[in-house]
């Protein structure tokens, strides 16, 4: 199974804006609106980065209490043994 977490086209928006502005800003030789946008894109990535992990946890929250429902155990990998 595979879940990933997608940017949404407002959490998009903003990320393209933060990195056009910053190009702006180095372009017309304006520090301080290069440098807030950069602060933007860097807090917009730092959101997504932590939703991101927040998915993670509750996926395998889930997946841990329905095991534990099961009553299912681990078991290392047959591959993973020494000869």
Do not use: F, W
């Not at 990933?4 to 030789?29: E, K, T, Y």
């Not at 290069?34 to 998915?55: C, K, Q, Y």
């Amino acid at each position: 199974m595979k879940c990933a977490l997608r940017i949404s086209r407002l959490a998009r928006g903003v990320l393209a804006g933060a990195a056009v502005g910053a190009a702006l800003g180095l372009q017309l030789g304006l520090p301080t609106l290069a440098a807030t946008n950069v602060a933007i894109g860097v807090v917009a990535g730092a959101a997504l980065l932590r939703e991101s992990v927040g998915l993670r946890r509750m996926l395998y929250d889930a997946l841990q209490g329905v095991a534990r429902r099961a009553r299912l155990h681990y078991a290392p990998s047959t591959r993973a043994r020494p000869r």
